[in-house]
Nanobody, 125 residues
């Protein structure tokens, strides 16, 4: 059974940092394109970043470019999202998602077939 579990969320002050991790069981993450999405209350789920399979190219939403970094840790079978210079508007539930493809990743929810349960990120003073 394919499962994704996010961790690393929490409460942080504006300007602070958090590192989210997406861990997989039942499959090797490096064989999958991975996306990070977020959903704030009353808003649609939006793409934040994604990474192509096998250490391939990365993509970022304009709102997080220069502040967030997506990366793989194949030894731990995780994909991480380092979030720096956090802003109150980054507050949301963050989800990771996976799809087995060699195609470049896209930040569209319908592209992905397996989703985690999400982790809450709150940026507030």
């Amino acid at each position: 059974q394919l499962q994704l579990v996010e961790s690393g969320g929490g409460l942080v002050q504006p300007g602070g940092s958090l590192r989210l991790s997406c861990a997989a069981s039942g499959f090797t993450l490096d064989d999958y394109a991975i996306g990070w999405f977020r959903q704030a209350p009353g808003k649609e789920r939006e793409g934040v970043s994604c990474i192509r399979s096998s250490g391939g190219s990365t993509t970022y939403a304009d709102s997080v470019k220069g502040r967030f970094t997506i990366s793989r840790d194949n030894a731990k079978n995780t994909v991480n999202l380092q979030m720096n210079s956090l802003k109150p508007e980054d507050t949301a539930v963050y989800y990771c998602a996976a799809v087995p493809t060699i195609m470049p990743c896209v930040m569209t929810t319908s592209f992905y077939g397996t989703w985690g349960q999400g982790t809450q990120v709150t940026v507030s003073s």
